[in-house]
């Protein structure tokens, strides 16, 4: 199947995440913060990535901020207990494909992948 990173400084939801793909069939690698999910994509590029919002050295938004600046591509889905819709919006507006409240539910995760990585998109990592 596919290959998607876990970014996430939580190890609880990096363990509870990687299980769930893991049982839809998907291969998982995690990284505990943006910063890591940068160097991982750079060398191994994942078919999508799962970013948490809040994290330690480089969150969520910064590492979409990155991500953007380098002209990486990557489908990623948000995922956060922040519920404000200036959160989402941003979110959106740095390229991510998806956002999703936290807890995540099975089914929820699922449908967004199925989404993403069913969608034909162009699959050019550009790393400078």
């Not at 505990?32 to 940068?38: V, Y």
């Not at 989402?88 to 995540?104: D, Q, Y």
Request: glycine share 4%; proline share 5%; with cysteine.
């Amino acid at each position: 199947m596919s290959r998607i990173l876990i970014t996430d400084d939580s190890s609880s939801q990096r363990i509870i995440l990687s299980g769930i793909l893991e049982k839809l069939g998907h291969e998982v690698d995690t990284a505990i913060n943006g910063q890591e999910a940068l160097e991982k994509i750079r060398t191994n590029p994942p078919d999508c990535m799962l970013l948490d919002n809040l994290m330690p050295v480089m969150d969520g938004l910064q590492t979409l901020e990155a991500l953007k600046a380098r002209n990486i591509t990557v489908p990623i889905i948000m995922l956060t207990a922040d519920i404000q819709e200036w959160l989402k919006t941003r979110c959106l507006e740095l390229g991510a494909s998806n956002f999703l409240n936290k807890p995540i539910k099975q089914a929820q995760l699922q449908e967004a992948l199925q989404k993403i990585l069913l969608t034909p998109q162009t699959k050019e990592v550009l790393c400078t």
